[in-house]
């Protein structure tokens, strides 16, 4: 049977599973070409993709009685990412087929926030009644998706910069914090500095008190901030380094030929009972390689060359690299995070990264909390994440 034929009959099958018998989808195997021009034409986005799916249905209804949308996927594009995910090219292909079969169906417009979990579990459900428990690799590949609702960790530093300016006790990161996790927030981050010069060691220990989801702290690794974390307990530290006149964190941490003392820190920290612990690291295969032996939990990639880069050209190079880091750092068993230089305006091509689990973002939404208010500003950030792993 040819793939034409295996996805046919796949498809089908899947139509009888949900009660849809006699209802027709055209299916249609392209190039990388024909699907980025399609890409572009009807969806304003750049490059090719893996799968696209136009639906008859309007709002509830069927605008046509049997015929319910179209279904693009690049062969291409599926060859290739069959082969990074290690799975058959065939039973890939049907897994995007279900996926668009699904987004025809509405699924990722009428569940909101869980969306693409409640998709990943259906397209699961139905791969398995179609191709039978044993093809686990297709299996596991897509119930990694189940994971893709990614989180979004506030950093309030910048509210304790404008109070910092004038050396009173307002605009207060606690206050900050709060509304942030009012708006939807998944953590709060605050960066103690060696110079204090936003957040002081009395905002760390009160936000440990009062907020109700995650204290991430980030810090250099030092004596003084050690002995501070150790104290404070916050649920994860993000180890950074500092250079004492930068502006903002310039780089991710260097741990090729420091693995042994990163290592130190980490263990020291996790001893120290705190649940986990990150490495700020750059992009990079073999920096990554390295984090891996340090016994850190977590890497938040860097994302600060990304935010910077000029011009299309060095923003897809940037983006590949991120792509590529997320893919290299999920194998080694990594949870993977993403931050800096984050905003409105490029969140969204980073967000599609599905290995990327949370993202630590902070002046762009402080920036836009001036503007717009502090759970407006969460809320805004939120659903560009989440549209963009629909
Ligand atoms: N992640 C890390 C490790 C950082 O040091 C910072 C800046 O403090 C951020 C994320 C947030 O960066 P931004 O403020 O540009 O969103």
């Known amino acids: ?232 307990k916050p649920d994860q530290v993000t180890l950074v380094p500092e250079r004492p006149m930068e502006v903002t964190t310039e780089g991710g941490m260097a741990v090729k030929g420091r693995v042994r003392e990163v290592r130190a820190t980490v263990e020291r920290l996790k001893k120290g009972g705190i649940p986990k612990v990150s490495i700020f690291i750059n992009p990079d295969p073999a920096e990554l390689k390295s984090a891996s032996k340090t016994g850190a939990d977590v890497v938040e990639l860097h994302t600060g060359h990304y935010a910077e880069a000029r011009g299309a050209e060095e923003r897809e190079h940037e983006l590949s690299r991120l792509e590529e880091a997320a893919r290299v750092a999920r194998d080694l068993g990594f949870e993977v995070h993403a931050g800096h230089g984050l905003s409105y305006e490029n969140i969204e091509p980073v967000a599609a990264i599905p290995e990327i689990e949370e993202f630590s973002i902070g002046h762009a939404i402080i920036a836009r909390a001036i503007m717009v208010g502090m759970r407006e500003a969460v809320r805004e950030m939120l659903s560009l994440i989440e549209k963009a792993r629909g």
Do not use: C
Not at 156 to 181: F, N
């Open 1 to 232: 049977m040819n793939y034409h034929q295996f996805l046919q009959e796949g498809l089908f099958r899947a139509l009888r599973l949900l009660g849809l018998k006699g209802r027709v989808v055209n299916l249609y195997l392209v190039t990388d070409e024909e699907i980025a021009l399609i890409n572009r034409e009807y969806l304003g986005r750049e490059g090719p993709t893996n799968v696209v799916s136009f639906s008859l249905w309007e709002g509830q209804r069927p605008a046509s009685p049997t015929h319910l949308g179209e279904i693009f996927i690049s062969r291409d594009t599926a060859r290739r990412e069959a082969r990074e995910y290690g799975v058959p090219l065939r039973d890939y292909l049907l897994s995007l087929a279900l996926h668009g079969l699904l987004h025809l169906l509405g699924y990722e417009h009428e569940r909101g926030r869980w969306a693409p979990w409640l998709m990943a579990r259906k397209e699961e459900e139905l791969l398995r009644r179609l191709l039978g428990p044993e093809r686990r690799a297709i299996l596991n590949l897509v119930r990694r998706r189940e994971y893709m609702p990614a989180k979004l960790a506030v950093n309030v530093d910048h509210v304790a910069t404008v109070r910092e300016a004038r050396k009173v006790h307002y605009p207060d990161p606690i206050h900050a914090a709060v509304l942030a996790e009012l708006g939807g927030a998944h953590g709060i981050v605050v960066h103690l500095r060696g110079d204090r010069r936003h957040i002081q060691e009395r905002d760390v220990r009160l936000l440990r008190e009062i907020i109700k989801t995650k204290l991430i702290l980030e810090m250099a690794p030092t004596e003084e901030m050690l002995e501070f974390a150790l104290t404070v």
